[in-house]
């Protein structure tokens, strides 16, 4: 697709690339959203935001940029005079998006942010306002809407290959271990940094994909019942399992599970006339393998990281609508709330996408 630098950079400078700060420099920017810049056709690192001012000093060298683009999470308003950031990626604890988001907007840069979006509805509507306000785009780091074997299986699910897919199961699920001291646990345990449990986290993956099997829409109802606790240290904030159901205007039904205790990856989508399966790893940073009722599908083996942030890149740089926007995000979230809401009372709870 051809590019139009519209707001990047001027005609005399047609390749030049795309300025990004990472914000929170943790497991997921260190292992896979830096080497993913550096290897961006669009992209490169032009700051970061860290609580640990001497760590950015180390990423200033390794990366080529100035120590004056290290800012902290209350500095980053500094971002407004650094022409050379063109967007943030927000890669915190979840409960810290919607605040890095905000500010990254009010410095008028585009937003990125980690999944989930953040961790209630309310604050998903902040941030989408804060982003219309400044007007930035705003996009949502789920990655595998562009990862070609997931665009081919919603490519199946858009265009009805098979008839409607009407019954759905999606399991996403990684096993935490359990940590002798409590220091060692991670933020993914603490109700106030993350939210919730693996609902929050390898959950959205399931509830993206069961959505994308019903061509974006969003579930009606859901129902859901937690797991039983079997580490009750490690789980005393948070659920350890959930399973639960979405089900759709069309009589369609997607049964749903995910934890921390345990390592499965799955979707399968079935309609009249055919299925369709991804399947472990359908959600990890792996190639998925997709098969359908009509045999193994193959496509292009791409960096899933690279392949979003480029996709991104031209997303804002063409004006074209993203594959992941804010109001996705926010939609996740309001199925998330509905799923906890199911879970606690034991009744069915409409969704209020
Ligand atoms: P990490 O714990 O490895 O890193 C989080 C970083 O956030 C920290 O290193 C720290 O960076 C910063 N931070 C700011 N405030 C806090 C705080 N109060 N407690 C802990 N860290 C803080 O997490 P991940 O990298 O695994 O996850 C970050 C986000 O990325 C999450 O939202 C997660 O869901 C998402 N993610 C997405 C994946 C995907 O496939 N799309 C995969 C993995 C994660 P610093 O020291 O620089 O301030």
Redesign the pocket.
């Known amino acids: 697709m051809a590019l139009m630098p519209r707001f990047a950079f001027g005609a005399d400078e047609p390749t030049k690339k795309l300025g990004i700060a990472l914000v929170?420099?943790?497991?997921?920017?260190t292992n896979?959203l830096a080497p993913a810049i550096k290897k961006s056709k669009h992209w490169y690192l032009a700051g970061v935001v860290?609580?640990?001012p001497e760590?950015g000093k180390k990423w200033a060298r390794k990366y080529g940029f100035p120590e004056k683009n290290i800012m902290g999470?209350d500095d980053m308003g500094r971002m407004a005079d650094m022409p050379e950031i063109f967007a943030i990626y927000a890669?915190?604890?979840?409960s810290?998006?919607a605040a890095n988001c905000i500010a990254g907007a009010k410095a008028g840069k585009h937003v990125i942010t980690?999944?989930?979006m953040a961790i209630s509805v309310a604050e998903c509507d902040a941030i989408i306002s804060a982003c219309k306000a400044a007007n930035v785009r705003l996009m949502v780091?789920y990655?595998l809407h562009y990862e070609p074997h997931t665009q081919e299986f919603c490519r199946l699910a858009r265009e009805q290959v098979f008839g409607p897919f009407m019954k759905i199961s999606a399991s996403n699920a990684f096993d935490m271990g359990d940590p002798s001291d409590p220091a060692d646990y991670n933020?993914r345990v603490n109700k106030k940094?993350a939210g919730g449990g693996p609902l929050m986290?390898m959950g959205v993956y399931v509830i993206q994909a069961v959505c994308m099997a019903k061509a974006e829409a969003a579930p009606v109802t859901v129902t859901a019942k937690f797991g039983e606790i079997t580490r009750p240290r490690l789980f005393a904030q948070v659920e350890q399992s959930i399973t639960w159901t979405m089900e759709f205007a069309d009589g369609a039904v997607a049964t749903c599970f995910t934890s921390y205790d345990t390592q499965v990856s799955k979707l399968m989508a079935e309609a009249t006339h055919g299925w369709a399966r991804l399947e472990e790893p359908a959600f990890y940073?792996d190639e998925p393998f997709l098969t359908t009722s009509q045999g193994p599908v193959d496509r292009p083996k791409v960096i899933h990281q690279v392949a979003q942030l480029d996709g991104m890149a031209e997303e804002i740089l063409t004006g074209s609508p993203s594959l992941a926007p804010g109001e996705m995000g926010r939609r996740d979230l309001a199925i998330i709330e509905a799923i906890y809401a199911a879970a606690n009372t034991g009744q069915r709870v409409s969704v209020k996408a």
């Not at 929170?24 to 920017?29: I, M, Q, R, T």
Request: proline fraction near 7%; charged fraction near 20%.
């Open positions: 929170g420099l943790g497991s997921y920017a896979q860290t609580g640990d760590k999470y890669v915190t604890p979840n810290i998006h980690e999944k989930p780091g990655r933020w940094l986290d940073y």
